[in-house]
T-cell receptor, first 113, second 115 residues
Framework: GENVEQHPSTLSVQEGDSAVIKCTYSDSASNYFPWYKQELGKGPQLIIDIRSNVGEKKDQRIAVTLNKTAKHFSLHITETQPEDSAVYFCAASKGTGFQKLVFGTGTRLLVSP | DAGITQSPRHKVTETGTPVTLRCHQTENHRYMYWYRQDPGHGLRLIHYSYGVKDTDKGEVSDGYSVSRSKTEDFLLTLESATSSQTSVYFC??????????????FGEGSRLTVL
């Protein structure tokens, strides 16, 4: 089955810096790659996603890139703010009907003022 | 929040006792999921449901059972809780209007401690 690896496990940046979180997946049939943000004491929430027919997608300060050949995808956050501090999860699935997402192990991002 | 309510939000129990966690949704969504979250493992799928009485196993289903007798409720049962089942459990749904978009909406979580 699918296996998703995520790095780094923790990331500390200064406010205004950029942050990059990377994930690799094992199943070449996977075609849907979402990113979730989890704030303390809450459930994860989708922040951006990308499908395998697209190489990059942006939404304001966040962007996701996908390299199908290398089977890796990354989350980029620019101009980080303290409210970006959270745990971020990448995930992958084959996107057929309902979603059986396989998640990475998470990255704890800390943005210091 | 897609109208998802999990109960109880916190529970402490002893090894060997049965535990049932409830996920309730108010918007008639077809697909529901139970995940567990553990440090170093991220979120792992336990069971999922694609309709009333239609359920299937996820990647970590051993020791868990589920039931869905009504669209709005998805129950997760630990028949005989073990310390390895200490975790935070999340219910999730994918909305009917966009079954192939992939977005899951998660509940607030149920923290279970098995002593």
């Amino acid at each position: 089955g699918e296996n998703v690896e995520q790095h780094p496990s923790t990331l500390s940046v200064q406010e205004g810096d950029s942050a990059v979180i990377k994930c690799t997946y094992s199943d070449s049939a996977s075609n849907y790659f979402p990113w979730y943000k989890q704030e303390l004491g809450k459930g994860p929430q989708l922040i951006i996603d990308i499908r395998s027919n697209v190489g990059e997608k942006k939404d304001q300060r966040i962007a996701v890139t996908l390299n199908k050949t290398a089977k890796h995808f990354s989350l980029h956050i620019t101009e980080t703010q303290p409210e970006d501090s959270a745990v971020y999860f990448c995930a992958a699935s084959k996107g057929t009907g309902f979603q059986k997402l396989v998640f990475g192990t998470g990255t704890r991002l800390l943005v210091s003022p | 929040d897609a109208g998802i309510t999990q109960s109880p939000r916190h529970k402490v129990t002893e090894t060997g006792t049965p535990v049932t966690l409830r996920c309730h949704q108010t918007e008639n969504h077809r697909y529901m999921y139970w995940y567990r979250q553990d440090p170093g493992h991220g979120l792992r799928l336990i069971h999922y449901s694609y309709g009333v009485k239609d359920t299937d196993k996820g990647e970590v289903s051993d020791g868990y059972s589920v039931s869905r007798s009504k669209t709005e409720d998805f129950l997760l049962t630990l028949e005989s809780a073990t310390s390895s089942q200490t975790s935070v459990y999340f219910c999730a749904i994918s909305v009917n209007s966009a079954p192939n978009t992939g977005e899951l909406f998660f509940g607030e979580g149920s923290r279970l401690t098995v002593l």
